[in-house]
C-alpha cells in the first residue's frame, strides 16, 4: 500500500496504539463505567471540535470558537432567569450570527479566516466580559435542573450528553456527506477556483461553514455551562487549542478537502486519551498545553497537503 | 563562442527540443522566432539554466559546461532580462541591482550603502538610466524597470571571466514604439559589452535588431537566416510549416451553423486588457478568436463567463442582457467554461469522476438540498461510455486521470447538464495526439447538435479547421473576421499576417 493511503489510517492507528498503551499501563482503564464518564465529559470539546472541522475542511480556521463559548456561558447564565429554555436559542443564534458573521468578514472583505476569526474572538470576549461584569456568575440551582437538567440524565446506562453529542454527529455526517451544501463543501476545500468555475455560491458557503463553527460552539458554552452551573468570560480558555488539536489528529489537514467530522470523533478520542496518559503518566498541569502544542505541531505537519500550498508558507 | 550541439529535451509526452544546434558569437544580436509552442522558451530555459538538457552539450568558448541552476549560468556570464520582471517592487533600485550578491558591499556583517549606491550608479551608467539608486524599484515607469533589469544583468560583467550573454524575452511587448527605438539603440550599443539572444513575437522588431535569426517549429530549429536575406514572409511560412490536413480537423463535418444568436457583444472593453470589442455567435457555430499570447482572448471568454465584469459595452446570452456578471448566472444561462487551467479550474482534484460531473447541476440530482448518488453515479456511467473516458469506475479521483480524460469529465461536466454555449479556452494544451483527435470530434459534434462554440486555440491549425468563423484579436482590439466555411478557409498566413 502507498504512502499516502496508510495516511488515511493513521489517525485509527493512533489511538489504537495510544489506547493499546493505557489498556497495557492500567487495566482499569477499560472499565466501562468509567470509559462512558471519561467520553461523555469530553462532550462539549467534541462539539466545539466538530464545527471547527467544518471550516477546516474548506481550508479556513476559526480562532474565536473558545470566545464564542465562553461568551455564551455568560449569556445563559445572566438570562436564564428570564427565558428559561428559551435562552438556548438566543445562544445558538448568538454563535451562528458570530460564526457568519467571521465569515463575511473573510469571503467579502478578503481578511484571511485566521485573523477575521480571531478580531471576532475578542468582540466576543470583550461582550462576555461587558456583560459578566467582570465577575463568575452562577446559576439558580433550582432553574438549572428545571430547564437542563435533562442534559445531565441517563437512560439506560448512557449518559444524555453523549446521545446529544451523537445526534449532531449524525446531522453533521448527514450534512457532510449526503447534502448538496457538503458536496460544495468538499469542492470549495479541494479547489476552490474549480468551484467557482462550476457556478458554486462559493461566498454563501463559506459563511455557512462559518456559521455552523460558531452555532457549535455556542452550543458547547450551553452544555459547559449548564454544567459547571455558572459562567465567565474565561471559563472555556484551553479549548481552543484542544479543539483544532481534535480536528487535525484527526486527519482533517489545514489545507481542507479531506477528512471530515468522523476523523473529528477519532481524533477527539485521541486527546482524551492523551489526557487521560497525562494523568496516569502524573505529567503537571502546567505541562499539558506543551504537550498538546507539540501534538498539534506533529498533526499539521504530517496531514498538511504540500501540494496545495505550491511552496509557499506565511 | 556560446554553443548548444544537438540539445535535446523531454517532458512527459511531449519532445520539447529535438537535437537543436545554437550559436552565438560574439558581440551578435541573435534572434529567435517562432509560433507558442514551438520551444522557444524551454531553449530559453536550458539556455540559462533553469533546465537542464536530456542530451547534447552545452559549450563556452569549446569548453563543456552543464548548469543546474541559473545562479551558476550566471556565474558563466549568462543573464536574463525577464519578460515578467523579476525586480522586487518594493526594495530600491540598488539592492535589486545587487539582490544575492551583497557580500560585495558587507564589512563585518553590514552593509555600506554609500558603497553601493556609488556601484550601482555605475551600472545604471551603462544602460544609460538616471535614478537615484536608492529609489523605491515600484516608483519606476515599466521601461525604467526593464532598464534596471538590464543593468542587474550586466554587473555579470564585473563578476565574470569572459563573455557576456544576455537574454532578452519579449522585450518590447509592452513598450511604446519610440521606447522601442531607444531600447534597440541601447542594445546595439552594449554589443560592445555582451552578445544577445532576442526573443520577440514582433517579427518586424526582430528583423530590425537581429543579426541573424533562428526559426523554430515543434522544438527543432527549421531555419537560420542572415538579416541580409531575411524575408518577413519567408520566415512566417517556415514558423507555421506544414500544410493543414483537414481530415484531420474532420472538415468535411463541418455543418453551416443557423440564424439564431446565443451570445452577442456589443463594443465589450475591460480596462487595458481589451477594447471595443463586438461579435455574434450562433447557433451551431464554432468562432475562433486568435491572436498572439496576451492579445487579450482568453479574458473575452473569461468575460463572457462572468469571472470579470467588463468595464463598458453589453453582453447578451440568447437575448437578454447580462446585468451581473458572475459564473452562476452564466451557468444558469447554459454556457459552459473549459479553462485553460484543467487541473486548477476545471476539475477538482481529490473528488471523483462522478462528483465532478455533476459540481455545475447539483440542484438536478438532489432534492431539498439532499443529494441522488445514485442517479448521479448512474448519468457519470453514462458519459463515460458516452465520451470513452478511461477511467476504471466513476469512484476514481479525478485528479489522477490522464490531462485527456480530465478534459471529456469536464465537456460532460457541461453537456449533461444541457449547456448549449461552450467556451473553450485552449482546450487541447498538453494533450498527446490521439487526445487531441477527440477533443476536435467533440467540437465537431457538439456543433452539429447546435451548440455554439468559442475558441481560443491552441495552434493557428486548430482555429482553421475547427472553425466557421475566424476574429484576429491584436493587443486586444477587433482586427480582421474570416469566413472559414470549407473550400473557402484563410491561410495561415493571412492570420498570422493580422496577428503580429
Redesign the interface.
Known sequence: MKLEALKHFLPWFTLLVLVTIIGIANPAFFDPAGLIGLVADIVPLFIMALGMTFVIYIGGIDLSVQQVANLVTVITTVYLANFGMGVAVICILVGFLFGAFSGFITTRLFVPSFVSTLAMGFVALSSARYLSGERALSMDTTLRNENFGWIFGNTAGIPHELAIAGVLLFLAWFLQT????G??L??VG??E?????????VDRIKILAFGISGTLAAIAGLMFSVKLSGGDAHIANGFLLLSIVAVLVGGTPLTG??GGVINTVVGTLIVLVIRVAMVYLEIDATQQQLVFGVVLIAAIALTIDRSKLRGVVK | MYELRKVDKKFPGVHALKAVDFTVNRGEIVGLVGENGAGKSTLMKVIYGAYQADGGTVTIDQKVVRFHNPRQAMDHGIGMVFQEQSLIANLSVMENIFLGYEAQFVKSGIINWGAMAKAAKEQLAKVKLDVDPATTTSKLSFVQRQLVELAKVLTLEERVDGDLVVLLDEPTSVLAREEVELLFELVRELTKRASFIFVSHRMEEVLELSDRIYVMKDGEIVDVVEQADADIRAIQHKMVGRDVDTQYYREDQQKPYSEEKLVSCHSVSLGQRYKDISFDLHRGEVLSLVGTEGSGREAILRTI?G?NCPTSGHVEIKGEQISKFN??T???KGIG?V?R?RK????????SVY?NMT??Q??SY?SA???N?AAEKSLAREWIERLGIKTPNEFKDCGGLSGGNQQKVVLA?WRSGGSDIILLDHPTRGLDIGAKEDVYDMVREMSSQGVGILLVADTLEEAIGLSHTIIVIKDGMFCKRFDGKPGGKPSLFDLVHHMI
Not at chain 1, 178 to 181: A, D, E, G, K, N
Open positions: 449526503r447534502t448538496t451544501f458536496r460544495a468538499k469542492a479541494s479547489g477556483l474549480a468551484a467557482v468555475a462550476s457556478g458554486l455560491k478537502g479531506v | 463567463f469571472l459564473a452562476r452564466s451557468v444558469g467554461y479553462p487551467e486548477i479550474e476545471g476539475i477538482v482534484s481529490g473528488m462528483e459540481l455545475s447539483m440542484q438532489s438540498g439532499v443529494l448518488t461536466k
